[in-house]
């Protein structure tokens, strides 16, 4: 079964600081990750995604998220914050020739001034 | 990228009422699935829907509760039916889109059910 840990309810940073939201994952086979946003009171918004290839993916708004194998981890990753980054951040999994999505039950980032 | 319309986008409903949602989708899709988001919740897939044909549901979701509709390719529908407060949630219809075959979603705006 496809499964999706992230160990982090909460992630607070300062503006301009890196930003880090952590991702494990569980699969039977090679792993398809996403990433989205939800800000308020609004749809999910894709943000990136691994398929294969170069570990590091770089995606909307200046995220960027490193695959990493050996740890089962997707971690997303930003070199600045901005205030208006503050939103509910959701990991997905699912492997090739599997339709659904799995979620993770989503880290809430607030970016201070 | 896909534009997703849902509506309506909010209601406010009275216990034992039914409600349907509907989604279009601007692009030529692949697969279309419905989830549920509880307050404060991640999100939990109800449902396939499946055109021309009766949707796949997720354990725990039943069609006499979720009657889901595909009449065409682009368009879908989600009853709640005879609501209760525990129905209170944002319901997001999604796709998948023909050009993109690497899976990711699109989402709609969502629809957030009250139910009094």
């Known amino acids: 079964a496809q499964s999706v840990a992230q160990p982090e309810d909460q992630v607070n940073v300062a503006e301009g600081n890196p930003l880090t939201v952590k991702c494990t994952y569980s699969v039977s086979g090679n792993p398809y990750l996403f990433w989205y946003v939800q800000y308020p009171n609004r749809g999910l918004q894709f943000l990136l995604k691994y398929i294969t290839g170069d570990n590091l993916v770089k995606g909307s708004y200046g995220f960027e998220a490193e695959f990493n194998k050996s740890q089962t981890s997707f971690h997303l990753k930003k070199p600045s914050a901005l205030v208006s980054d503050s939103a509910l951040y959701f990991c997905a999994v699912r492997t090739e020739g599997f339709q659904k999505l799995v979620f993770g039950t989503g880290t809430r980032l607030l970016v201070s001034p | 990228s896909a534009v997703i319309s849902q509506k309506p986008s909010r209601d406010i409903c009275q216990r034992g009422t039914s409600l349907t949602i509907q989604c279009q989708v601007d692009s030529q899709v692949t697969m279309m699935f419905w989830y549920r988001q509880q307050p404060g919740q991640s999100l939990t897939l109800i449902a396939t829907?499946?055109?021309?044909?009766?949707?796949?549901?997720e354990s725990g979701f039943v069609i006499d509760k979720f009657p889901i509709s595909r009449p065409n390719l682009t368009f879908s529908t989600l009853t709640v039916s005879n609501m209760s407060p525990e129905d209170s949630s944002i319901y997001l219809c999604s796709a998948t889109i023909r050009h993109t075959n690497t899976g990711e979603l699109f989402f709609g705006e969502g629809s957030r059910l009250t139910v009094l």
């Open positions: 829907a499946n055109q021309g044909s009766e949707a796949t549901y």
